[in-house]
């Protein structure tokens, strides 16, 4: 082998090992700025429907959030970096849509009063491409339900998912705004 093609063979490596590292380090320093959660809830006991939603938090941090930060009628990723996932371990009612049990990832279109809340069967690398455009292809919502917005008087400042109890809806808050999706089974 020739000292020219060794050189170019070991700038090529080390320029992948660098490249790599540039992106592991930006991956870390998102999830440190928006950590990433898994939440489990339990519905109607540890041996019945198990909701399992990963999602990264991001915070408030004196931002106007919705009609800002995320705009209206534009979906969104509902969260930040990775698509955030939602898992049922059997077949539910969402915002009565039937849905099978699967892993899905979840969207939303924020508006002012209501929001329209997707369920997707494909899974997505990242939750938007370069230009910040959410990645979602319609062609793969399996649901999709309008719900209301609800302005409350206390500011959550962490992007928060969960579900209520004992109202069995899955809740989205962050900043003055709460949505509640109906899960039914």
Request: charged residues 20%; hydrophobic residues 40%.
């Amino acid at each position: 082998m020739s000292t020219n093609l060794k050189r170019v063979l070991i700038g090529t490596v080390i320029a992948v090992a660098v490249i790599f590292g540039v992106l592991r380090y930006l991956k870390v320093q998102t999830k440190q700025a928006s950590p990433e959660e898994t939440v489990t809830f339990y519905l109607d006991g540890p041996d019945g429907v198990q909701v399992e939603v990963m999602y990264c938090r991001p915070y408030k941090k004196g931002r106007a959030i919705f009609g800002g930060l995320v705009p209206y009628n534009k979906v969104w990723r509902t969260g930040a970096n990775e698509a955030t996932t939602f898992t049922v371990n059997k077949d539910i009612n969402f915002g009565g849509t039937p849905i099978k049990a699967g892993t899905y990832t979840l969207w939303t279109l924020p508006g002012e009063k209501s929001w329209t809340v997707y369920l997707n069967s494909k899974m997505y690398n990242w939750g938007v491409d370069m230009d910040g455009n959410a990645q979602r292809d319609p062609a793969f919502d399996i649901a999709a339900i309008q719900v209301p917005v609800v302005i409350e008087p206390t500011i959550v400042e962490q992007f928060t998912i969960s579900v209520s109890d004992p109202g069995k809806e899955l809740v989205l808050r962050w900043d003055d705004v709460m949505v509640a999706i109906p899960i039914t089974f």
